[in-house]
Nanobody, 125 residues
Framework: QVQLVESGGGLVQTGGSLRLSCAAS????????MGWFRQAPGKEREFVAA????????SYADSVKGRFTISRDNAKNTVYLQMNSLKPEDTAVYYC??????????????????WGQGTQVTVSS
């Protein structure tokens, strides 16, 4: 079992930055691929970014490529999402997720085994 707790969300102006963190419990964090997803009001949850267990591979949604960076620190059992040049359309609840197959950069929700509770990001115009 892995428990995930997100933090770092908040209110920011257009063009601003935020860094989300996702702290994981357990000794096997370094074996999991990790992903970030988001869900805006009235919309389905969508893929944002993913990183392999070793951090050698990353993947991004086209909408955030060049603005967001996913990273991880396996010694701290934490995955991060650095978000720069934020836009109002980035407003959503952001969730981190863990996938047992650490080499995969999955973009589909069902591929992930564990989820956090989410953290709200609001970008004002």
């Amino acid at each position: 079992q892995v428990q995930l707790v997100e933090s770092g969300g908040g209110l920011v102006q257009t063009g601003g930055s935020l860094r989300l963190s996702c702290a994981a419990s357990g000794r096997t964090f370094s074996r999991y691929a990790m992903g970030w997803f988001r869900q805006a009001p009235g919309k389905e949850r969508e893929f944002v970014a993913a990183i392999t267990s070793s951090a050698l591979g990353t993947s991004y949604a086209d909408s955030v490529k060049g603005r967001f960076t996913i990273s991880r620190d396996n010694a701290k059992n934490t995955v991060y999402l650095q978000m720069n040049s934020l836009k109002p359309e980035d407003t959503a609840v952001y969730y981190c997720a863990a996938r047992k197959f650490g080499l995969d950069l999955a973009r589909l929700q069902y591929a992930y085994d564990y989820w956090g509770q989410g953290t709200q990001v609001t970008v004002s115009s």
